[in-house]
């Protein structure tokens, strides 16, 4: 069974920095790119940014280029995703995916549970 495990959510004020962490069971942890998405309420998932396997190559969603930033670290099955300068509107559950393939439009083989950050203004 793999568990795909997010962290670090909160409530922050706008302007704030956090770090979500995912951490994973996967025994290959290394043969997945690893990827961050979130759900707003009332509005579809969303992707925010991939990392690939080794970690040298990223991809963000505009409306999170030069603001956040991820990595990974092989060795503890567990990906980063920091996020700076947050704003309102980055309010959601957020959520880590584990793929096969690198990319933004990919099939998706494991999700976590996700974890909610709240920035208030």
């Known amino acids: 069974q793999v568990h795909l495990v997010e962290s670090g959510g909160g409530l922050v004020t706008a302007g704030d920095s956090l770090t979500l962490s995912c951490t994973a069971s996967?025994?290959?942890?290394?043969?997945?790119?690893m990827s961050w998405f979130r759900q707003a309420p009332g509005k579809e998932r969303e992707f925010v940014a991939v990392i690939s396997f080794s970690g040298d190559a990223q991809q963000f969603a505009p409306s999170v280029a030069g603001r956040f930033t991820v990595s990974r670290d092989n060795a503890k099955n567990k990906v980063d995703l920091q996020m700076n300068n947050l704003k309102p509107e980055d309010t959601a559950t957020y959520f880590c995916a584990a793929s096969q393939d690198y990319g933004k439009r990919v099939r998706y083989d494991y999700w976590g549970q996700g974890t909610q950050v709240t920035v208030s203004s």
């Open positions: 996967l025994r290959t942890f290394s043969n997945y790119a």
